[in-house]
DNA sequence: AGCGATGATCCGTTGTGCTGATGATCGTGA
DNA sequence: TCACGATCATCAGCACAACGGATCATCGCT
């Protein structure tokens, strides 16, 4: 009895085209026919199934001489059997190369924050899912800038959007919005000036330190303000419904706004902040899917989209 | 048609060789590792890998220079999948031949006729299928000698077993048993004189004008004996119990007779007939697969005992 | 007996995979 | 910061194998 080992050599000179050979003969039921359709000649063939056999250890035809049809042998019947199944998988892998090409299929881990959450990243996703149903995409969020780019870093997500164009040789993005700052005030009360050195004093409503915060703080301190929160809230819209309610004002990112609230008034800060940026980054030398190009697409055109509604507005 | 899997053109260079390296660098995450796990240099690994890549179309590997692991591109992924799913398909090729070879499965069709069928066949059969409970065993009865050559030659059985070895170029085979020619008479009555040469004028049953009563009346001919058939049946039970009612004699191949009737008296012919030959044939130039071997083994032996226990009774 | 078709075999050329060595790039530790 | 080590790519050279073309042996058929 043969050791496993050894007979897990034996198969090893066995390659692809030699099973396409097999089959062939096997259909044809002549080496001849079989080298035509192939496209070899018959010299070849005879030599490729004489490698086959070499390869197996035994005869996969009974030749007989003269204008007789060649016959498998139960071994031949054996490798005709898983050379079939061989050669359909290798169909399958093509089917699923052409898929993958096409963007039809693949998964799609994207990192993302709250602003983009609410106002970019549904509509991408609806629009992507609608027109490639194969798609698996996931969504991360996470409001740590240092802590995407390291996620990015590590393959965990495969594209995210960020806050800003990160600072990191192994990082690429694409800017999707430019997006400024607004002053948000009460529509019951005078708003308060739209100059934003004009601020100190005024009662604010803001984000905890996030690094967005320390964003807006960092700029007001350059314009020499020092802003007075009485009240701070992660979420976007308590910020909004406490201004709603006159508690103060609130410096935030455009995209944040919920611009349909009529009881707010947004303005244009005059002279702006440096406005966010908001890009969709991946790592430098990460191959994605291909529908990955088509996401990208469409989360500009979201952004395009929404730039243009906001400008109307 | 199936056929057109096998003629297609893409991924006609792929090879097995490279869904190995493949998967071993997948594993390993390493070029180099990967060639001292499969024998090779890193160089030869990495030419491999760059053939795979031109084969498919596409990177498979995300190579990040210096001492980081190579990373699947998605492509890649999708290679590693099914290139997985056609290593098992081989690992099952492997494990498929060494069941043929070990004689563990198969299909054989195996030709008898009615004497062969009573007495032989159930005991090799039941013997191989208890000890090799994968093979398929089938069986095909049938009284002309000339279309058994023509079955076998048509590849319509694999084995027959056969009276008399066929005087064929393309069949050979194996003498199982000599079964001498017996004269059956009734109990009741006074049995006639063992030699053949007096039959003449005594009242005998036989088969219709088969060839083995062709060959029974031809060698009475050749001692001067027109035997005078007062039935005739197809079933060796038939013509056995038409004896034992005392309508006649009957000169019988041994092995059709059943020996533990004691309505007949059963004597060696003396001189004998020539006797005739039981045999396994099969079509020269036909690979059987190797349990074949094991059922010609067992016929040997079960036709052996069967000489024996004639011997005692 | 000759003809045609079969597959095996031989031979010369071409092609291709492998090895060994070298190059380019990056991370790491002194 | 610099040198080292590890990574994979690339190159050159060699050996082997695959292919095509020709020929041969064998058989069926006419």
Redesign the pocket.
Known sequence: MIVNAYDARMLRDLEI?QLRALLA?AEE?????AAERL??????I??????LERAVGDKV?D??????K?QLTPVGALLVEHGQAMLAQLQAVDDGLRSLRAGEVGRLVVGSFQSVSVNVLPEVVGRLRTERPGLAVRAVESDDPDDVVRALLADELDLSFVVGVPDHPDIEAWTLLVDPFVLVSPACCPAPSADPSLLDGVPMIGQPSCSCQLTIDESLHRVGVTPDYVFRSNDNSAVQAMVRAGLGSAVMPRLAVDLHDPGVIVTDLDPPLPPRVVALAKRRGRTLIPAADRFLELAQSVCESIDSVVLVA
């Not at 039921?29 to 026919?33: M, R, W, Y």
């Not at 496209?39 to 070849?44: I, K, N, P, R, V």
């Not at 030749?63 to 007789?68: D, E, W």
């Open positions: 085209r003969v039921g002549s080496f001849a026919k496209g070899f000649t018959q010299s070849a005879s030599q490729q199934i004489a490698a035809f030749r007989q001489a003269g204008p007789r060649a």
